[in-house]
């Protein structure tokens, strides 16, 4: 959908420490086949720090950047895909004492790895439900650092990391505009990521590890000859997103200065995504992603937050993002940046 007055002002994240492929395999956490297999140079490894602390942390340096004062905040959007404390706790409110301390209403955003595109999204339509709002903090943040993940082996194709990444959202200005969103999903694929295990009890209730690998085989084994449709229907599916998403905000492809998307497979984007949209691979972000490892709903907008404070974008660049998830979820947005904020780049969480 094509957005009007949807600005970003502020933007943060936390990144911990990187853990080497070397390291881990001197480690004996996984072999050479994990980086034949990821691609990747490390992950980032949060070790006790929690996801809503990180998020936190991500969050108040986006509301610094801003310049907008806590009592200008009307809401908090928080992603996450894995556990983030204490069963029956509301996450949301801990990064909304610590980052913001307003009592403004928080939402927590379960979208997989597709969450901060469904918050961007839902901070838009709240914000324009009221002529009073103004702002709203979106965040993400996960550690999977816990019994239940092998961080190397729990999924197909990507070795998973730790951070947490915010956005400050405001109708009033920043230094780059949302010119699209857009959110779709292949239903037919919906099983795909939960392929052989019951729903009930859930596994982490009985202590069974999470494990989309061997959920990935199974659904593709069950095809024995035919082609699974998660082969065409996938890139299909982000292929149109994508070109909606353009065509909504008024760019061509060629117009796109740079791509942010997810730390998976680099042959696989390269094959099914860039090549098919006339996007050449080196305006990716895979060389950033490589040492950050998969990050779920952090991926994306991390890369986002690096070509931002590093320089990497002017004003007048288009930046393309997009992703997707398990359910499955597609998602696409066209951001330009209007303005270079020139932010000094923290010796922590990089």
């Not at 720090?49 to 936190?56: I, K, L, W």
């Not at 997989?112 to 324009?128: E, H, P, Q, S, T």
Request: aromatic fraction near 8%.
């Amino acid at each position: 959908m094509r957005r009007t007055d949807l600005h970003i002002a502020g933007a943060g994240m936390y990144l911990p420490p990187t853990r080497t492929i070397e390291e881990a395999i001197a480690a004996g956490d996984c072999d050479e086949s994990a980086h034949a297999e990821t691609g990747v140079s490390g992950v980032r490894v949060a070790g006790s720090t929690s996801a809503p602390e990180m998020a936190a942390l991500a969050g108040a340096e986006a509301l610094r950047r801003s310049g907008r004062a806590p009592d200008e905040i009307d809401a908090l959007f928080y992603a996450n895909t894995w556990h983030q404390g204490p069963d029956g706790w509301s996450p949301q409110y801990y990064v909304l004492r610590e980052a913001v301390a307003r009592d403004v209403p928080a939402f927590e955003v379960r979208q997989g790895c597709n969450g901060v595109f469904a918050a961007m999204d839902l901070a838009d339509c709240y914000l324009k439900a009221s002529p009073e709002r103004d702002a709203a903090l979106v965040a993400a943040a996960d550690n999977f650092g816990t019994p239940l993940v092998d961080r190397w082996r729990s999924a197909p194709g990507s070795a998973l990391g730790d951070g947490a990444t915010a956005l400050v959202l405001s109708r009033q200005g920043g230094f780059a505009e949302v010119l699209s969103i857009t959110l779709g999903s292949v239903t037919d694929l919906e099983e795909v990521d939960r392929f052989g295990e019951p729903l009930f009890p859930p596994a982490c209730t009985v202590g069974t590890t999470m494990d989309h690998r061997t959920r990935s085989r199974r659904y593709l084994e069950s095809f024995e000859t035919r082609m699974p449709p998660i082969v065409t229907l996938t890139p299909a599916a982000t292929i149109k997103a994508v070109e909606q998403t353009l065509a909504e905000a008024g760019v061509t492809a060629a117009d796109v200065a740079r791509v942010c998307h997810v730390n998976v497979s680099e042959a696989y984007l390269r094959r099914f995504v860039f090549a098919p949209l006339g996007l050449a691979p080196e305006i990716g972000t895979f060389a950033f992603g490589r040492g950050n490892g998969h990050m779920a709903a952090n991926d994306v907008f991390s890369s986002f937050v690096h070509l931002v404070e590093t320089g990497q974008v002017r004003a007048g660049d288009n930046v393309l993002l997009f992703g997707t998830a398990p359910g499955q979820s597609i998602a696409a947005a066209l951001v330009r940046i209007t303005a270079e904020p020139g932010w000094d780049v923290p010796a922590a969480g990089r």
